[in-house]
């Protein structure tokens, strides 16, 4: 058992020595955030939903392009994170009415004009933490330390590895977290002053 330990630790011990040497090529990379364009899309399901409130479904999308920096040591090869190009934000919007509201009929207009609001208040949470996103993204960039490979058809795996790193980071799940947060916050603020006045004079 011994024996067995003491060879296992003997062969890993260059890759960990050349892994090491990577260090020296670590980079400060650099972040550049932007948000996707969006749209809205508004439907009637068939079965019925809440009559007096409509519901927003957001897709919330967070994707990370790196570019990484690839330099050749003794025996292999030093990736490291160069570059972050994220997108994060609101892709699409669907609105859900009741079919029990005519399209453009003054009840309809009203709760598309309340889901509008949730739009908004979506919309606003990644415009209000652009700091936020910057600090947290850079951070969890700046932490990733290089990959050695030995083999150059092994560089593309290690960029993922890279890529895989920067989205488990602590940072980003608790930048996930915040905006999940913000979600259920603003959500709520909007229905809790929701008085429905608009809708109910629709029936005046």
């Not at 364009?37 to 079965?47: C, E, G, N, T």
């Not at 409509?54 to 025996?75: K, L, P, Q, R």
Request: proline share 3%; hydrophobic share 35%; charged share 25%.
């Amino acid at each position: 058992m011994t024996k067995n330990y003491l060879f296992l630790l003997c062969l890993f011990m260059p890759i960990m020595s050349f892994a090491d040497d990577c260090l020296g090529y670590k980079l400060t990379p650099t972040v550049n955030i932007k948000t996707p364009s969006w749209s809205k899309k508004v439907v009637q399901p068939l079965q019925h939903i809440d009559v007096l409130h409509g519901d927003v479904i957001a897709t919330m999308v967070d994707n990370y392009e790196i570019t990484s920096d690839i330099t050749s040591i003794e025996d292999g090869f030093c990736v490291a994170l160069k570059k972050v190009d994220a997108t994060v934000g609101y892709s699409d919007f669907l609105v859900q009415i009741d079919i029990s509201h005519k399209p453009n009929t003054c009840s309809y207009n009203a709760i598309l004009q309340h889901e509008d609001e949730h739009i908004r208040a979506y919309l606003s949470i990644i415009d209000d933490n652009q700091d936020l996103l910057k600090q947290s993204i850079l951070s969890a960039s700046n932490s990733i330390t290089p990959i050695f490979v030995q083999n150059q058809q092994d560089i593309e795996s290690a960029i993922d590895r890279l890529n895989e790193q920067l989205q488990k980071h602590p940072d980003v799940i608790l930048l996930k977290q915040k905006i999940k947060a913000e979600e259920e916050i603003r959500n709520k603020h909007i229905d809790q002053n929701e008085t429905n006045e608009t809708l109910m004079n629709c029936f005046k």
